[in-house]
């Protein structure tokens, strides 16, 4: 089965094919990893994110490092309406409003490849500190410096508007000063070792992601999804619920849905063919579930989507 293509990648600026500053406008990946390490700011929005085998919450101004390989998720807070919201502003995800910024975490990243600091660069006694600051990147980890945030703001706009070996050294320049923050916490207990491991084989929630993302469009059975986790299925829904404040179902939902979304704007199906294509056997539930995250029908969300294209 092909998986949807769920995130579109800004790439602002590349230096010598190594380092890339990165704008996420949405979080919506599943767990992954990537060779390049990863220093992520998080400019809009709360959630949780998770790294190898730690999580913590992260909300606007937090700043972390993630190393080479290891999985890593952001998990937004829920887009679907809650009691305390209810009967207030309706949201209509896919227009351009400020409610809906409101209701996104972004981010700014700088990825870079190992191959920038082999280990005879790494070995010199100049940056030692750099090394050390890499291999602490394996378990993840938080910098809370007061003014970080801005500083590093500015120096990716240098990064962007500087070319080649000035980019490097604007990224040493980066790295030196994560050396030296005094409030830093690492995000696992254990580094993450990569020798033989597989991010969708590891972690309860990560497996949970990857077989939801791989089947929504097929029947989806609690007890499938357990098994696949390798867990008894209430305690992983008790698992689920504490660390993402959403159920399994919620999830699959909002999956199902995004895919609808993104069918509704791309394509010439009918509605009823857009809910069987999504993973829903009867078109009534699809209805009644779009209109609970959307807030809209099916058809006025692709009328919504198609005069904001014209």
């Known amino acids: 089965m092909e ?51 730690g999580v913590a919450p992260y909300t606007e101004g937090d700043v972390a490092l993630i190393g080479s390989n290891v999985p890593h998720l952001h998990l937004c807070k829920s887009r679907m309406k809650s009691g305390e919201n209810a009967g207030k502003e309706e949201l209509k995800p896919g227009l351009e409003t400020e409610q809906e910024d409101r209701l996104y975490s972004s981010g700014e990243a700088i990825q870079f490849s190992p191959q920038l600091f082999p280990s005879s660069l790494l070995n010199l006694p100049d940056y030692a500190h750099i090394s ?92 499938d999804v357990a098994d696949f986790v390798g867990q008894n299925p209430t305690s992983l829904c008790r698992y689920f619920k504490k660390s993402t404040d959403k159920s399994i179902f919620q999830v699959l939902a909002e999956i199902r849905i995004e895919y609808a979304c993104k069918l509704l704007a791309n394509s010439d199906l009918t509605i009823t063919e857009v809910a069987f294509s999504s993973g829903y056997n009867t078109p009534t539930l699809f209805f009644e579930q779009f209109q609970k995250i959307i807030h809209l029908t099916p058809a006025e969300y692709r009328r919504e989507i198609n005069g904001a294209a014209k």
């Open 132 to 223: 050390e600051l890499l291999s602490k990147s394996q378990y993840g980890i938080r910098f809370y410096d007061e003014g970080l945030y801005d500083e590093l703001l500015e120096m990716m706009k240098a990064f962007d508007s500087s070319t080649h070996t000035s980019r490097l050294i604007i990224l040493l320049q980066i790295l030196d000063r994560l050396h030296h923050c005094k409030e830093t916490q690492l995000l696992s207990s254990t580094a993450y070792n990569n020798a033989n491991r597989q991010p969708e084989l590891e972690e309860p929630i990560g497996r949970i992601y990857t077989y939801l993302y791989n089947n929504f469009r097929e029947k989806v059975v609690l007890k």
């Open 3 to 53: 998986i949807m293509p769920i995130l579109e990648r800004k790439i602002a600026h590349e230096m010598i094919t190594l380092c890339s500053h990165i704008t996420y406008p949405e979080f919506v990946l599943p767990l992954h990893k990537h060779a390049e390490y990863e220093l992520m700011i998080f400019t809009h929005g709360s959630g949780k994110q998770f790294v190898g085998e």
